[in-house]
């Protein structure tokens, strides 16, 4: 075999297969490389990509599972935010039909296949019906009894019996509600 420039063409057969077969390997690696460096810059991170490498396939496997629960509770109280302006309507004596949320989250489930049973949560109701309901929730929460405080409020006062507690939602009206999630 002649080249244009009148040279011989020196390789076999075989040699130009063995050529052919690195660059083709090159190319793929090449390929391979850059597929990885698209899909990383593709994702929010790696371990996205569960099953594409050992690591991140090991994270997801054992740390980061979660399990979530929640349960409302409902009652009616009044208050006066009276640290707002004297023309705004809630500085003046009104009041809610609050829907509080307790929310609850365990990365394992108890021997019953539960982060904790709904029952157990009764102490929570049983503390809102006694303490809140019917009631002029100025003279019960400290400082400014807005959902924002009320949230903190009933966080502080069943995490330590509660150690799954993660946050608490008020709702004065259908339309809003406010997490407290520290």
């Given at each position: 075999?002649?080249?244009?420039?009148?040279?011989?063409?020196?390789?076999?057969?075989?040699?130009?297969?063995?050529?052919?077969?690195?660059?083709?390997?090159?190319?793929?690696?090449?390929?391979?490389?850059?597929?990885?460096?698209?899909?990383?810059?593709?994702?929010?991170?790696?371990?996205?990509?569960?099953?594409?490498?050992?690591?991140?396939?090991?994270?997801?496997?054992?740390?980061?599972?979660?399990?979530?629960?929640?349960?409302q509770f409902?009652?009616?109280?009044?208050?006066?935010?009276?640290?707002?302006?004297?023309?705004?309507?809630?500085?003046?004596?009104?009041?809610?039909?609050?829907v509080i949320?307790?929310?609850?989250?365990?990365?394992?489930?108890?021997?019953?296949?539960?982060?904790?049973?709904?029952?157990?949560?009764?102490?929570?109701?049983?503390?809102?019906?006694?303490?809140?309901?019917?009631?002029?929730?100025?003279?019960?929460?400290?400082g400014h009894?807005?959902?924002?405080?009320?949230?903190?409020?009933?966080?502080?006062?069943?995490?330590?019996?509660?150690?799954?507690?993660?946050?608490?939602?008020?709702?004065?009206?259908?339309?809003?509600?406010?997490?407290?999630?520290?």
């Amino acid at each position: 075999m002649t080249f244009r420039d009148g040279k011989k063409n020196l390789q076999t057969k075989e040699e130009r297969q063995r050529l052919r077969r690195q660059s083709y390997g090159l190319f793929n690696l090449v390929f391979l490389l850059l597929s990885i460096i698209t899909l990383c810059l593709l994702c929010d991170s790696v371990c996205k990509l569960k099953n594409f490498m050992y690591i991140c396939r090991r994270s997801y496997q054992t740390g980061n599972r979660m399990y979530k629960i929640s349960k409302q509770f409902s009652f009616s109280a009044s208050h006066i935010l009276n640290l707002l302006r004297e023309d705004h309507p809630c500085a003046r004596l009104h009041g809610h039909n609050y829907v509080i949320t307790v929310h609850l989250k365990s990365k394992t489930l108890n021997e019953y296949g539960f982060i904790k049973d709904y029952k157990e949560l009764k102490i929570v109701k049983q503390y809102i019906d006694e303490t809140l309901d019917h009631r002029h929730l100025n003279d019960l929460i400290p400082g400014h009894p807005t959902s924002e405080n009320i949230a903190k409020f009933i966080y502080d006062r069943f995490k330590p019996e509660i150690p799954e507690l993660y946050a608490v939602e008020v709702s004065e009206t259908p339309q809003t509600s406010c997490i407290y999630e520290p």
